[in-house]
């Protein structure tokens, strides 16, 4: 089992930048196993995956945050982030951290969610 705690949620101004963690719990989680995700959703659409990571050179975006968000983690510290720069209104969601063992088609964990909201 794996548990997920997200934290850096925050209202920012259109331009700005703000930083999501997540750290990953479990008894016997071994985090650099797991393919690490960021997903987001807005009230009435389904969840997308915007972000994923198994090692620096295997990362994943979509087209919406291409060359502005930046998936990282800290195998050390159990924990993934997301850098988000650049931010606009569009970006205003619940972001959620997601996890599954590599090999897998679906994440199987995700974290209760942060709220991001983009607005001046």
């Known amino acids: 089992q794996v548990h997920l705690v997200e934290s850096g949620g925050a209202l920012v101004q259109p331009g700005g930048s703000l930083r999501l963690s997540c750290t990953a719990r479990?008894?016997?989680?071994?985090?650099?196993?797991?393919?690490m995700g960021w997903g987001r959703q807005v009230p009435g659409q389904e969840r997308e995956v915007i972000a994923s990571?198994?090692?620096?050179?295997?990362?994943n975006y979509a087209d919406s945050v291409k060359g502005r968000f930046t998936i990282s983690r800290d195998n050390a510290k159990n924990t993934v982030y997301l850098q988000m720069n650049s931010l606009k209104p569009e970006d205003t969601a619940v972001y959620y951290c997601?996890?599954?063992?590599?090999?897998?088609?679906?994440?199987?964990?995700w974290g209760q969610g942060t709220q991001v909201t983009v607005s001046s």
């Open positions: 990571m198994y090692t620096p050179s295997a990362t």
């Open positions: 997601a996890a599954k063992w590599r090999g897998e088609s679906s994440y199987n964990y």
């Open positions: 479990g008894t016997r989680t071994i985090f650099s196993n797991l393919v």
